[in-house]
């Protein structure tokens, strides 16, 4: 399977550099409006039509392609850093520590987290710009998403605690947080990017989610969200079928995201 | 008699922490207590203190607040004016409804793809089911249930489809590992037919993990619960937290997040329970 992971790493590399690259490769910005040319289909100058509004939905691709590639690992970074802090000093420390910090980690891991996603989400104001809305949704993604990748990096950290060579250390006459920085921290890294790559198609599958319901970035900045919403107004006589497009391109990055994970798994075994 | 104990306990102790929590949320929550009447020009500093209730602490609120709950007062919702009681009550069969189809259809179909995998052998299959459900695993659930009403499916599906490809993974892995046990192979030997070897020998010592799973399906079932009805118009309990975040209407949508937290939780405890059950058993 090593060349479905290549293939699949090639496609994301492919699809990541395209969006970074949006303001060459995009024909207009994802904002500019073609007035005399609302739900235009695809043509040589539009590639994949414009939207109700006049927009390019070729470039409002490439834009919310790198809005949603580009802070859905900013959130999974936040999360395992989170992760990292809570799981691995309680893991570290272990006793009272630990018993409390999992029991607080279980229980947010039994609530339903987009219920609760989506209160935290209404207590913040709704009506905000476009960057103010991408910060709130992927900072509420991080902050909500660390429980996971906490009791993971904290089995691990209680097993690092537990072995010799950390008995070994502490022999030597190393202290707490000397230990914990070189001796522990390290051994965490795996266990951390493994969350790390976990917890990025999870926020954007969730952001899309979000951004159907009209709960996400707010317009005109495009994200999968947005570009997804799309296709609550498409109708057989007048919709096209490049409006499926984003869903595809969202099946296939998130696909491979799964597959590259598979493969790191199965490598693993 | 211990083990049931300690799950009512871990789940009253949730649920009196998950009511503070959420009491907080309301109580400090921007425009908690605001009202039209308070820019009425007529009134004085004192009595817009005493509309806004100022004076209640967290604690009073929180005492308050849970004084309600047990009256089965939930208080009132600001953007519908309505009790929030009636409304869950108006509201909750639809969900539990589609919860229950979805969740039914999920786990037949789940299992079923999972079981004919595991003992037909057949990479196709194995890999054809595989790819379906990888595909659908990619899809939010916000899409399929656009998907659907473009379709003109039947929406009560929905949720089948958002938690099939899950309980298909977990459920595969599972049986695979179940079947790899040497005592399969023993009744394998002794020719024993293919379903009596799936029946007895491969699901039965997989049943507390099934069990587990269907505990955590239950969750995510309420968790797709929210795009899936305000997407296709289903009058449930998801499209009303849907409208309360939209109308930043704070007591109601906090009071379903309890209520879901609490039927999520009664649910996986109850699965565990069970699964240990069985686990006791089979030991």
Redesign the interface.
Known sequence: MKWVRAAAIVFLLAIAGASLLANFVAPASYAHQFREEPDAAPSRRHLLGTDDLGRDRFSRLLYGTRVSLLLAPAAAFLASLLGILIGGLSGFFGGWLERIVMSATD?FL???????L??V???L??NVSPIISVTITFALLGCLGWAGAARMICADARSVRNSEFVLLARASGNSGLRLLWRHVVPNLRPIAIAQFWIAI?VFI??E??LG????GISEPLPSWGSL??E??S?TALTGQRSQFIP?IL??AV??SF?LVLQSKEELRV | MHHIAKHVGKLLF?LV??GFLAAT?VRF??GFGTDEAQIDFRLNNQSIDALRHTQESLGGFYLHYCERLLHGDFGMSRTLQRPVAELIEERMPETLKSVGWGLLLAWLTGLSLACIGVMSRSALFDTAAGIVC??L???????VA??F??ARAPERLVLGIVVLPQIYRYARNLLVRSLNQPHVLTARAKGLGTLRVLLWHVITPAAPQLLAVAGVSA?LA???A??TE??CDLPGIGQL??K???G???YL??T??VL??AV??IA?STCELLGSIVGARQA
């Open positions: 229980l039994s609530l339903p987290w987009f219920f609760l989506l209160t989400r209404a207590i104001p709704l198609p599958i969730t899309a989610n159907m319901l009209g709960l997804l919403g296709l609550q498409y869903l969202f099946v998130v696909g799964h | 949730t922490l998950g949320l929550a921007p990888g595909a695993l990619c899809l939010p659930a916000a899409a656009v998907l009403v473009l969750s309420f968790t797709a929210i795009p305000a997407l937290a849907w309360a975040a939209m930043r209407d704070l949508l906090v379903l997040t879901v937290t999520t939780l996986n």
